[in-house]
């Protein structure tokens, strides 16, 4: 079998499993490494397939329909801890917004699916070029997540109270943040 009809099959069996395929599974199905794994999703991601990694193995982006806002707040040191927190249980952060009592809310799309998206990202704000939004609010900021389900969602929202991460709501806080009037894209 060549490496095209493997990723070919590859993609067939995370389209239809419906759950996060282990990457040491896939190689045995396929009788190849597990690096050589790694590389079949980088060369499918490459091609835009949307897939993404959890702590439970690989899976197809589907049309995740749902979707929470958290807002949070949390110490610099903490910042990994947090993030690495929602793609663990499957979620994919799109964005870090504030709200902001002059400026409203101002907003980066982030798109984090994996740990290594994490790192690098991490490694970026320690470089000291840029700091997180959350810098200009005290630490409060919020986060965009989606899930394939409610039940990851709940999940993530039960850890990060356990965490002490989430912050509570302020009557000053606009309930619909994407009213095209409410933010300015960053």
């Not at 389209?15 to 190689?27: C, E, I, M, N, S």
């Not at 470089?127 to 394939?148: C, I, N, P, Q, W």
Request: net charge negative; charged share 35%; with cysteine.
């Amino acid at each position: 079998m060549s490496g095209e009809q493997r990723r070919e099959k590859m993609l067939n069996v995370l389209r239809t499993a419906g759950h996060p395929v282990p990457g040491a599974k896939l190689a045995q199905m396929f009788a190849v490494s597990r690096q050589v794994v790694v590389q079949d999703v980088a060369l499918l991601r490459a091609e835009k397939q949307e897939i993404i990694s959890t702590c439970r193995g690989y899976m197809m982006r589907q049309d995740l329909p749902c979707q929470r806002i958290f807002k949070v707040r949390h110490s610099d040191e903490e910042m990994e801890e947090e993030l690495n927190l929602y793609v663990d249980f499957g979620g994919t952060v799109e964005d870090e917004f504030v709200y902001h009592r002059i400026y409203n809310v101002i907003r980066v799309e982030m798109g984090l699916k994996s740990r290594r998206e994490i790192k690098d990202y991490m490694e970026k704000l320690k470089s000291g070029r840029s700091k997180s939004l959350k810098d200009v609010t005290s630490g409060f900021h919020y986060h965009t997540v989606t899930a394939e389900s409610e039940e990851i969602l709940d999940q993530i929202q039960k850890e990060l109270q356990e965490k002490g991460f989430l912050a509570e709501l302020r009557d000053y806080e606009p309930i619909d943040f994407w009213k095209e009037e409410n933010y300015t894209k960053g």
